[in-house]
């Protein structure tokens, strides 16, 4: 008996051995024990800031670095002086976690420095980038507090639009950090579960330190919801599953759900604008980036607050950051950021040309030598009737021109609509009952005049109200001029026969080197009056194009497709509304106020993204509502209603599905109705629907019913479906947009 146990000690101390060492070899990494750096201190005007002076390591399953450094000023950066050196152009760099030390003291913003100094320029870069996203107003707040006394020239700030509040605050405490609200009496609350539940001499945190299996069966615990985790929930040891997770991540969050605000656009544009005057005040600049996606704002908003607008359009490789296990960019990364950041502001007028270190050579000027040229040369037959004044009940016709490319060749050919985003907006225009014909048709060229040749054969044989053509890029770059003043000609010949010309492209930079100065303004005023720009706030001609990796076409060909529908449905219905074609789009739900029985409230998933006009999740700040886990274990209701304001006589609901990527019609309810009331108390239901399949993606689900008066209209959902995600399994219910017509 004795041997026999003797003999079944042995194996299983070896196998905890094999096991113990197959983890430590294969999975050192994935299970390295994570620690934030110590290094913040707080405000109570702006939350956490970086504490001036002290210096930690910095450790997750993606990277290690010993050496987490804030120099004397409080800001993660080399040691630098307040004041900038004479005949020096000086740049702050207010970034979020993008600009800081990660992985290395190798960030984006170090290898834009070094970049500038081996080229001889004489630009002095200042970082002054602070980790954590979604506190737009309380960065700006430490921008005018720690910042305008540098004496920068310019100051790049990444900010989302529209602006989001958080005070957050960030306590260091024993290995720990405590996100929080500021509440002290809380803080010091957790300090002491901390000092008992996570003490180190604790058999289970002891555990977690040494054995990687233990570690490994933890970290999947911790990650997962699923029936093993369910299992491993009935372990003694592992009963407290808020414990495991604490150990896992470092930190504990006393954050509450709702501290995140997401101002409104108005509010948004009076603080950039007072953030604008401050620092003009202070002999500098404000020049709005974001790191993430291009800010989806236009000219004109840029202009009105008197900043300006930096588009970065990096062109990254494989493997440009950590994988599934960090989403943030390596040393790789930031290199290409760092490219794509030099190349914009050299190539902008942002920096003065003495502080450049530039070839001497003198830029040519358009002169009267440049040869003119007239579209009398090609004798076209305007063969235009032009648009009369049409009644609502005659349709608009728009003509989509496209070049003759095949769309599953090659998706980074931008100088195409895809007949997919084509599809959807004449949906949208549907589901309004607006009478409007959209025709495709291809042109074929390769020269000039055969380009406006085609054009001009479609336009006359299909007379439309508006043309949408496609920007010729590959003639931008040999008949600049040329292809620029045939088009404004023709272009003065269409508005006469009151027929409105549009350029489509789906970013902002042309890929073309422009030669002549004249030749860019002349570009750049064409473009920005009649383009249908898919991002971005105004054309910078001299940028890199594209600026997606290669590596993730058919992500790319979703975006792209969602993009261009968007951005296409609104521009026409701008237009038609301009040229009093349309009146409105009757849509009495939006922007008005909007109640659920529950909402996630994060991630870009809020309440009132329901109804604010943005179908399509282009945009991080606005993807839809959706519910939030309270309840989501098991099936069960949620609703979403929105008050109207008055009574109307309505007749007609208009449902669109979630279009996040990877969350495709997530949520969409099995079982339904859609309920109506005069006071938000009594309901009646207009219809119930039952079964109802998954719906295709970007495909709005039309509902009618007969004529009722309502100032609130519901949706209940009574039977949930059951969604797949990273965090598990749940029954949730979700919605991309919603829109609500009278009779």
Same mark, same amino acid.
């Given at each position: ?572 219905? &701008?237009?038609?509304? @301009?040229? *009093? $074609? =349309?009146? +409105?789009? #009757? ?19 809020? &309440?009132?993204?329901? @109804?604010? *006009? $943005? =179908?399509? +999740?282009? #945009? ?124």
């Amino acid at each position: 008996m004795c041997r026999t146990l003797k003999k079944v000690g042995i194996i299983l101390i070896t196998f905890i051995l094999l096991l113990e060492g197959t983890f430590h070899l294969f999975f050192f990494q994935k299970l390295r024990i994570r620690h934030f750096p110590q290094v913040y201190t707080n405000d109570s005007l702006i939350g956490y800031k970086y504490a001036p002076g002290v210096s930690d390591f910095h450790a997750s399953p993606a990277y290690y670095n010993p050496s987490f450094t804030i120099n004397s000023l409080g800001f993660n950066d080399e040691e630098f002086e307040p004041q900038k050196h004479n005949g020096y152009f000086r740049i702050i760099v207010f970034d979020i976690s993008t600009g800081v030390d990660s992985e290395s003291p190798n960030n984006y913003v170090r290898q834009l420095r070094d970049q500038f100094t081996k080229e001889g320029h004489r630009i002095e870069i200042i970082n002054c980038s602070v980790d954590g996203g979604e506190r737009d107003v309380q960065r700006m707040a430490l921008l005018v507090q720690d910042m305008l006394h540098f004496n920068a020239d310019l100051i790049l700030f990444n900010c989302t639009i529209p602006l989001v509040s958080k005070l957050e605050f960030r306590t260091p405490y024993k290995n720990f950090t405590i996100f929080n609200n500021g509440d002290l009496t809380q803080i010091d609350t957790t300090k002491r579960y901390i000092d008992t539940a996570h003490d180190p001499t604790i058999f289970l945190n002891r555990l977690f330190k040494y054995s990687f299996t233990f570690r490994y069966i933890c970290k999947y615990y911790a990650e997962n919801e699923n029936w093993l985790t369910g299992q491993i929930s009935r372990l003694p040891l592992l009963h407290d599953k808020k414990r495991i997770v604490e150990i896992v991540t470092q930190h504990i969050d006393l954050r509450k759900p709702n501290a995140i605000r997401y101002l409104q656009m108005p509010e948004t544009f009076e603080k950039l604008k007072r953030l604008t005057e401050t620092i003009k005040a202070a002999n500098s600049k404000l020049v709005l980036f974001d790191s993430n996606q291009d800010l989806p704002i236009k000219s004109y908003f840029i202009q009105e607050l008197g900043s300006e607008y930096l588009q970065i359009h990096p062109v990254f490789v494989s493997g440009s950051t950590f994988g599934e296990l960090d989403g943030h960019l390596n040393s790789v990364g930031a290199k290409c950021y760092a490219d794509a950041f030099y190349e914009a502001l050299m190539s902008s007028n942002l920096i003065p040309n003495e502080y450049k270190n530039l070839p001497n050579q003198r830029v040519p000027k358009l002169n009267d030598s440049v040869q003119k040229f007239s579209l009398k040369d090609l004798n076209l037959d305007y063969n235009i009737l032009g648009r009369s004044d049409k009644g609502h009940d005659e349709a608009v016709k728009v003509l989509v021109l496209n070049t003759v490319k095949d769309t599953t060749v090659d998706e980074y050919d931008m100088d195409i609509i895809h007949p997919q985003s084509i599809e959807i907006v004449r949906k949208r225009f549907d589901v309004r009952n607006f009478q409007i014909r959209i025709n495709e048709a291809t042109i074929d060229y390769s020269s000039p005049e055969e380009y406006l040749r085609a054009i001009n054969d479609q336009v006359a044989a299909y007379q439309p109200q508006i043309v949408v053509l496609p920007l010729p890029y590959q003639l931008l770059r040999s008949h600049t001029t040329q292809i620029f003043n045939w088009i404004e000609e023709y272009q003065n010949i269409l508005n006469k026969k009151n027929v409105i010309l549009l350029f489509h492209y789906t970013f902002d930079d042309v890929n073309v080197r422009f030669q002549i100065v004249e030749e860019k303004q002349m570009a750049e005023q064409l473009l920005l009056q009649n383009s249908i720009q898919c991002s971005s706030s105004r054309v910078n001609l001299n940028s890199i194009f594209p600026p997606y990796e290669r590596t993730s076409i058919n992500d790319r060909l979703e975006q792209k497709i969602r993009t261009q529908a968007n951005t296409l449905f609104l521009t026409l219905r &701008q237009i038609l509304r @301009n040229t *009093n $074609v =349309i009146e +409105s789009d #009757f849509n009495i739900a939006h922007t008005k106020t909007v109640l659920a029985s529950s909402s996630a409230e994060q991630k870009g998933f809020f &309440q009132g993204s329901i @109804n604010d *006009n $943005v =179908i399509a +999740s282009i #945009f991080s700040w606005s993807k839809g509502w959706l519910s939030d886990t309270t309840q989501a274990h098991a099936n069960h209701e949620e609703w979403i209603s929105v008050d109207l304001e008055k009574n109307y006589s309505v007749k007609r609901v208009v449902l669109y599905p979630i279009t996040e990527k990877g969350m495709v019609s997530y949520g969409f309810p099995v079982d339904f109705e859609i309920k109506a009331s005069l006071n938000g108390v009594e309901w009646k239901t207009l219809r119930i629907i039952t079964d109802y399949p998954l719906p295709d993606y970007e495909q709005p689900q039309v509902f009618t019913f007969d004529p009722c008066n309502a100032r609130y209209i519901r949706i209940l959902g009574t039977k949930l479906r059951k969604n797949s995600y990273p965090d598990g399994e749940f029954y949730r219910m979700g919605l991309g947009e919603m829109e609500v017509y009278c009779n």
